[in-house]
Nanobody
Framework: QVQLVESGGGLVQAGDSLRLSCAAS????????MAWFRQAPGKEREFVGR????????YYADSVKGRFTISRDNAKNTVYLQMNSLKPEDTAVYRC??????????????????WGQGTQVTVSS
C-alpha cells in the first residue's frame, strides 16, 4: 500500500511562487515514477508533469512548461512541484500520483495507481 500526502498549497497572488511537496510512505518509492495532476472546479483533471523513476527525466504539460519544475528526493521519499510565475488559471486542487514500479507513464490518470488527497492552490489576480 502506498500513501501519498501533499502539502504546501495556499493562497498567493499572480506572479508569486509556491512549492508543493508530496511525501510517500512506501519502500519502493525509488522504483516509481511520480506525477502531479490538478483539477479546477467544474473542469476535468489535468496532467501537470511527471518525473521518471530511473533517470529523473521530466515531462510537462504545455500550460506549465517553463514555469513549473518537478524534482524528487529519494532519500526523503518526497517529490516536489516548484511553481513560479503563478497565474489565476493555475488555481486548482493539486494531487500527486505514483505509478506502478518500473513504469514511465505519460499524462493519462489511469497509468497511475496511487493518489494523494490533494492540496488547494489559489492564485488571485
Amino acid at each position: 500500500q502506498v500513501q501519498l500526502v501533499e502539502s504546501g498549497g495556499g493562497l498567493v497572488q499572480a506572479g508569486d511562487s509556491l512549492r508543493l511537496s508530496c511525501a510517500a510512505s512506501v519502500s519502493t518509492f525509488t522504483r516509481r515514477s511520480m506525477a502531479w495532476f490538478r483539477q479546477a472546479p467544474g473542469k476535468e483533471r489535468e496532467f501537470v508533469g511527471r518525473i521518471a523513476w530511473n533517470s529523473g527525466n521530466t515531462y510537462y504539460a504545455d500550460s506549465v512548461k517553463g514555469r513549473f519544475t518537478i524534482s524528487r528526493d529519494n532519500a526523503k521519499n518526497t517529490v516536489y512541484l516548484q511553481m513560479n510565475s503563478l497565474k489565476p488559471e493555475d488555481t486548482a486542487v493539486y494531487r500527486c500520483a505514483a505509478s506502478p514500479p518500473f513504469r514511465i507513464p505519460g499524462n493519462i490518470p489511469d497509468e497511475y495507481n496511487y493518489w494523494g488527497q490533494g492540496t488547494q492552490v489559489t492564485v488571485s489576480s
